[in-house]
């Protein structure tokens, strides 16, 4: 039984196919691609895959994206699955008011982070820093309860603002450094240190909150660009969303002998 896994954001695709639906399923292939050029999936890359049996896919981009990666998959006779946040799943409470209107993607990495907290030690509280177009900081406690987060612009939508309601301000992105002498530099330190101080704000609520040190895990195509502007050490960790749709699947496998 084979599991294809989809991971579709707002600027690209990542997939990858699994030995089976659960968690330390072997990878027997993964790759990438870019909105504009899924259109030749079906024609190139995907069809030299096995068949996959059983899929599962967060996606963010939309509806006429996620048609668009549907009929790529029309090759196969898989039926195309995709998460929807919920009141709870795979050991994950979520404390949204409407917990439906979590995003996916939000809901899916949070899953798995708290599944990599587990397989790592004891329970503990959870920061989970998502990084891409938007930033995301999210607050589990130690019994897997989803507090709340954040969500704040990334680097990107921030210059962007501040090019559209500063005159003059059109420079290149600089360096991130404590004490920043030109516009570019200031641009890009600001930015990074703004995104930082909402972590540890964040950091010191669920702290607070559950009386003890969380676990911070950072996500997300531009994590590693933030990693050096925390204030304390964070473990990125790219899979997130694929470790928790992989536990996903694996409960509703378990549940409903197939999702």
């Known amino acids: 039984m084979s599991f294809l896994a989809l991971d579709v954001g707002n600027t690209r695709l990542k997939w990858t196919l699994y030995d089976r639906p659960e968690p330390g399923a072997l990878v027997l292939a993964h790759g990438v691609e870019f909105l504009e050029q899924i259109d030749r999936l079906s024609e190139s890359t995907w069809v030299e895959l096995p068949e996959p049996t059983r899929m599962l896919g967060c996606i963010v981009a939309g509806q ?41 993607d939000r809901w899916v990495a949070m899953i798995g982070a708290r599944q990599h907290m587990l397989r790592h030690g004891p329970a503990r509280p959870v920061i989970l820093v998502m990084v891409g177009t938007a930033v995301t900081v999210e607050a589990i406690d130690e019994q897997g309860r989803f507090l709340g987060g954040l969500i704040l612009p990334g680097h990107g939508i921030m210059l962007r603002a501040l090019e559209s309601g500063t005159a003059g301000l059109h420079v290149p992105t600089g360096e991130v450094t404590n004490f920043p002498t030109n516009t570019s530099d200031g641009l890009t330190s600001g930015g990074s240190f703004a995104i930082a101080g909402a972590c540890e704000r964040m950091f010191q609520h669920l702290k607070a909150r559950c009386g003890a040190e969380p676990l911070c895990l950072m996500t997300g195509g531009a994590g590693w660009k933030m990693l050096p502007s925390m204030g304390r050490s964070y473990e990125l960790v790219e899979s997130l969303i694929f470790d928790g749709l992989l536990a996903i699947a694996a409960e509703r496998e378990a549940l409903h002998s197939g999702f």
């Open 64 to 104: 006429a994206v996620k048609y668009r990666v549907q009929e790529q998959m029309e090759l196969w006779a898989v039926e195309p699955r995709w998460v929807v946040a919920s009141e709870a799943e795979a050991g994950l409470v979520n404390g949204y008011d409407y917990p439906a209107r979590l995003g996916a």
